[in-house]
């Protein structure tokens, strides 16, 4: 299970598995074993991946002074997005928050323009078949697509998700360090994430600003 994990964790799958296994001089697993394996991983994932988070917010809150898990606590942050691929049209992104005191990712927000199964399931039986259609309306809560618009833009409403669910954690991301693109930012003060009477406040990113007069 650990080389499955290993082949997964490196974006590799089983035809990469059974070539290392050949070269290794280890037994090689079927198809439906290494599938088998591959589930299991994949499907304790996201349980892994919540207790942490649950754990480091706690220590987040510590750090401020907090120790209740029902207060909801102010605090400065860093936002930033990233791409699967370089270029204009990546499918895949993600926006992440990371607390400015402890420096730990405390959230983050995957979207996605493409789902593999939406897309082999139009090629077997048609993109506009009744069948298409039938078998999505079942599909539709379990589809990978959360994102629909330019790639581009992933990364504003990855904050706004971010932004709007932050209370729901026990947290306020009153101040926004950012790297100079403001797009973000802007947004999200026009929306009034907090109401009218809370302001989240734009810090610039000392090695950005340090940039600009090399620029002129």
């Not at 400015?100 to 927000?109: A, G, K, P, S, W």
């Amino acid at each position: 299970m650990r080389l499955v994990q290993g082949m997964l964790s490196l974006g590799l799958g089983r035809s990469t598995f059974e070539k290392v296994c050949v070269n290794m001089n280890l037994h090689i697993i079927s198809s439906r074993t290494f599938n088998f394996y591959k589930k299991k991983i994949l499907d304790g994932h996201p349980f892994a991946a919540n207790q942490m988070l649950f754990n480091i917010r706690k220590d987040v809150k510590e750090a401020y002074g907090s120790r209740n898990d029902n207060d909801i606590v102010d605090i400065g942050i860093s936002y930033d997005g990233s791409w699967l691929t370089r270029g204009h049209t990546p499918n895949i992104g993600i926006g992440c928050v990371i607390d400015l005191l402890t420096v730990f990712l405390i959230v983050y927000e995957v979207m996605s323009k493409r789902c593999e199964e939406c897309h082999q399931t139009k090629l077997a039986l048609g993109e506009d078949t009744a069948e298409s259609q039938f078998w999505y309306e079942g599909h539709r809560d379990f589809c990978s697509v959360t994102h629909a618009g330019s790639s581009g833009s992933m990364k504003v409403k990855a904050a706004i998700k971010l932004w709007e669910r932050s209370e729901s954690i026990g947290f306020r991301y009153t101040s926004l360090l950012s790297d100079g693109d403001s797009k973000a930012f802007l947004e999200l003060n026009e929306r009034k994430i907090y109401g009218s009477q809370v302001e989240i406040k734009k810090e610039e990113c000392i090695n950005y600003v340090s940039k600009r007069p090399k620029q002129l």
